[in-house]
């Protein structure tokens, strides 16, 4: 039975603080009381044409949020809420959306398209509501249907396509579907507003297209029609069609060809002479098109003799010498203040970053198109020409060989210098973003190639920490080109480093730095940071254990001076949570350097108390990234001190408690995991007094539908993690634990193949299972061989499951071959009959020993060693 909300609805949106939050909670409280009545008093109220729109808008909006969210365990959640409801209520509810699309009222007739579309989102899948798709059409294919009806279904079947991701489910009806939609994009015999609700509902349906592209007379008619609406007068249908084009490239590459000549003329115009929002989707789809040749050409690379791998018919190639100078053009029609809003993307923005993918694409051939626009432009008097000139510049610098660019590198680098110190604003900050690439990709002394040396290092450090106090979208970029520096040497033996003497002077840099205050620049005080945790990161400790050891103090000091900061807003907390992220993090990078050597570690064992303390403190806070850096700082200290961290534990543990129960923010469930982890390593068996409640949390984590899939993982691999610290104690978990993983064991098995997402979770899923058992047949140590006995067989046949499965990943094969040694070392002669009854185990690990990845072949060789151990007992 429908209630009567109007009133409510209205409320809800009223200027009156109190009224509206009564409003909220009532309704609230409607949806609690009775879910089924609530959707169907929302959804007569959208139908109603009798009811004010403010209240019908908001019927709408409330019924969409009822059906899906982003996060996808709250989304799931709503699907199995939907699933339990009666379907005659159901009925209803989809029969009043339906007739909502006759409204005369278009902003009724949009939002039930929405709902609509979610309810067939979790319906189609499920081979319900299958009338759907005709009924739809039938609206279309009626000479008597109004307009508003004729557009609102047209908008109706673009979300559709929008919202389910399944290709199979809505094939049959797809012919009919983009003969509708199609015909309507016809501008000579449709309206405008026709027009582009059409073109739209193509672009959500484009995905679907793959067997109408085959077929040549689809594919030229919809080519066709798309290539006329994308030079209609009206602009919002052009750039649709434009965004057209771009997934028809990432989508269909291989058949553009015979439209590249048309296309090229439409994009070229476009970026050349139209309104931006246009112009930026024709060189988006030069930016895909670049992005699909590069994809081809490293599986081309990659490929073994005689593997099959995707044409590339080199597009970028043959368009080349127009393509070029058409981006370059775009690289001078820079705004005054996009280095104040740089998350205002606009058109150089855009043509700078397609020209470094046409860079990555062709290669050397783009150095001889773009460094005669560079040396032409770069001092001239307008700062247009200078900026446009260094972005070009700093846009190719990946794709052409090394030897190519080398001696240009070398002579920019110094011009760079110099021009750090320009007039004008924006050519400082691409400057400074081109130094950072300089470093980032001409800066590897590990590989013998370096434009840093013993004679330029001293300039080139002298201009950073001056332009290091430039305005802070400069002296953001400074750091990004320290972080570079500080990387390259990292790699290359740090006792080699050219920064050391320059150390304490980079450091106290960006720790001032860190403090400008610019309203509270917080990007620029986490970038400073960033840095800094670099720069501590790449230290050789026994060189430079004095200058880490300085830093410890004054990273404890500010960060305890972030609890006395006076807060009085919401900004205010904001900052303070932002600056305290940063120091959590900065402070776990020094106790994780200086507890790498036994030298070291006692300067973190002397501070361990203070340390542990402040960061207890910091809990306090109310955000979420300061829990997640603070519990890996705890981790690292943990890691630090060893045994003695269990003098923390009845202190920490509630918070760890509280951590393991975070499902609203996965992040910080998921790290605390991983914590657990790091105090069972530094306490061993010492943990036991605290696994009853960990392994508690831990099991309720996994059969709690609100969990967010990414944690479960890292929960069975800690499973293994407990098991080695207090052995033979985790007998009395076997019987919740083993259970658990081969639930998720069952998971695997459903994975969907054809989802990349979904195979990558699958393939972190197998490989937390084996190390879970590993963990626990090597906690055993031989004893009580009879507790994991009764599972071996299962886990056999989940091990030859996995290896049967071709995608899956070289960690998980590792993985799964070591488990089989444990198996074999833990139970010894119990195992001999299950090997022999699972040869495929044995003989899969003749392959492993041919393997070119030689820690699987060196773990292939340990495993085949008990096995064979075993077999011949």
């Excluded at 990659?302 to 970028?316: K, L, M, Q, V």
């Excluded at 990004?480 to 080699?496: F, R, T, V």
């Excluded at 006076?566 to 900052?575: G, K, L, V």
């Excluded at 790290?671 to 982890?677: A, L, N, S, Y």
Aim: net charge negative; hydrophobic share 40%; proline share 4%.
């Amino acid at each position: 039975m429908a209630l009567e909300i109007t009133q409510f609805l209205l409320s809800a949106q009223s200027p009156d603080a109190n009224v509206r939050t009564n409003a909220e909670a009532n309704l609230l409280l409607l949806q609690e009381q009775n879910l089924p009545s609530f959707l169907l008093s929302l959804s007569v109220e959208l139908s109603n044409n009798d009811k004010p729109i403010e209240s019908r808008r908001l019927a709408g909006i409330v019924l969409k949020n009822s059906l899906d969210a982003k996060d996808a365990v709250r989304k799931e959640h709503l699907v199995q809420k939907w699933m339990q409801i009666d379907i005659s209520i159901k009925s209803q509810i989809k029969h009043l959306l339906s007739g909502t699309l006759w409204s005369a009222a278009t902003e009724a007739r949009h939002t039930s398209a929405q709902v609509i579309a979610k309810i067939a989102s979790i319906e189609i899948p499920k081979k319900q509501w299958p009338e759907l798709i005709g009924s739809l059409l039938s609206n279309m294919n009626r000479q008597d249907r109004p307009a508003g009806l004729k557009q609102a279904t047209l908008e109706t079947l673009g979300y559709v396509y929008e919202e389910i991701s399944h290709k199979d489910v809505l094939q049959c009806e797809l012919n009919s579907v983009l003969t509708a939609v199609v015909q309507r994009m016809n501008l000579a015999e449709h309206s405008p507003e026709v027009c582009l609700v059409a073109t739209k509902a193509l672009y959500n349906a484009l995905n679907f297209c793959q067997t109408n592209f085959k077929s040549d007379k689809h594919r030229n008619y919809i080519m066709k029609m798309v290539c006329e609406t994308a030079i209609s007068k009206q602009v919002e249908i052009r750039q649709v069609a434009f965004k057209c084009l771009v997934l028809i490239a990432s989508t269909y590459y291989e058949m553009l060809e015979p439209y590249m000549h048309a296309i090229f003329e439409l994009t070229f115009n476009a970026v050349k002479g139209d309104e931006e929002a246009v112009a930026l989707q024709a060189i988006e789809f030069w930016s895909v098109i670049c992005d699909e040749e590069i994809k081809r050409q490293k599986k081309h690379e990659n490929a073994e003799s005689g593997d099959s791998y995707p044409p590339d018919f080199h597009f970028i190639k043959k368009a080349l010498g127009y393509l070029v100078p058409m981006l370059l053009e775009t690289l001078l029609q820079q705004e005054e203040d996009q280095d104040q809003n740089e998350s205002m993307w606009n058109l150089s923005m855009a043509g700078g970053t397609c020209l470094g993918l046409v860079a990555r694409t062709v290669g050397d051939a783009i150095v001889p198109l773009v460094m005669p626009f560079v040396n032409a432009n770069i001092l001239k008097p307008d700062w247009h020409c200078r900026e446009a000139a260094t972005c070009a510049f700093g846009s190719i610098l990946e794709g052409p060989n090394i030897d190519k660019l080398s001696p240009l590198v070398h002579a920019g680098l110094d011009f760079m210098l110099i021009a750090m110190k320009d007039e004008n604003n924006h050519v400082r900050d691409t400057t400074t973003w081109t130094l950072g690439r300089i470093f980032e990709l001409f800066h590897s002394p590990a590989s013998g190639f370096s434009v840093i040396s013993p004679k330029n290092i001293r300039q080139v450090l002298a201009v950073l920490m001056e332009s290091i106090n430039d305005a802070p979208n400069v002296a953001e970029k400074v750091c990004g080109a320290i972080y570079h520096l500080a990387q390259g040497y990292e790699d290359a033996g740090l006792s080699s480093s050219l920064l050391t003497p320059f150390l304490i002077e980079i450091i106290a840099n960006l720790i001032r730095t860190a403090d400008r205050t610019h309203g509270g620049d917080s990007k620029l005080r986490s970038s400073a940071y960033y840095t800094f945790n670099e720069v501590i990161r790449g230290l050789n400790v026994a060189e430079t254990s004095y200058i880490i050891e300085d830093q410890l103090p004054v990273i404890v000091n500010k960060l305890e001076q972030t609890l006395q900061l006076p807060i009085s807003s919401t900004d205010d907390r904001e900052m303070q949570g932002d600056l305290q992220a940063s120091l959590c993090s900065a402070l776990q990078v020094i106790i994780q350097k200086l507890s790498s050597t036994d030298e070291t570690k006692p300067i973190i064992l002397r501070e361990a108390d203070k340390i542990m303390k402040l960061l207890l403190r910091v809990f306090a806070c109310r955000s979420s990234t300061v829990h997640e850096e603070a519990m890996l700082a705890i981790g690292a200290l943990a890691y630090a001190c060893g045994p003695y961290f269990e003098n923390y534990m009845h202190e920490f543990y509630p918070y760890l408690e509280m951590g393991l129960q975070n499902f609203e923010v996965y992040q910080v469930c998921s790290i605390t995991v991983g914590v657990v982890g790091d105090i069972c390593r530094a306490l061993d068996d010492k943990v036991l007094k605290f696994c009853d409640g960990i392994m508690k949390h831990l099991l309720n984590d996994l059969g709690c539908n609100e969990l967010h899939r990414s944690v479960k993982p890292p929960i069975l691999s800690c499973f293994g993690d407990i098991a080695l610290a207090i052995g033979e104690h985790f007998e009395r978990y076997v019987a919740y634990a083993v259970p658990a993983m081969q639930r998720a064991g069952h998971i695997c098995a459903e994975i969907d193949a054809n989802d990349k997402d979904t195979m990558k979770y699958g393939n972190q899923l197998r490989r937390s299972i084996f190390e879970a058992y590993s963990g626990i047949l090597q906690g055993f140590n031989n004893s009580k061989p009879e507790v994991m006995l009764p599972y071996a067989v299962h886990l056999l046949q989940f091990i030859e499951l996995v290896l049967l499965d071709r995608d899956r990943e070289e960690s998980v094969t590792k993985a799964a071959v070591a488990v089989m040694g444990d198996l074999a070392d833990s139970l010894g002669l119990n195992t001999k009959l299950l090997f022999r009854d699972h040869p495929f185990c044995i003989e899969f690990l003749g392959e492993c020993l041919q393997s070119d990845d030689e820690n699987l072949k060196k773990t292939a060789t340990w495993t085949q060693g008990m096995i064979g151990r075993v077999m011949v007992s």
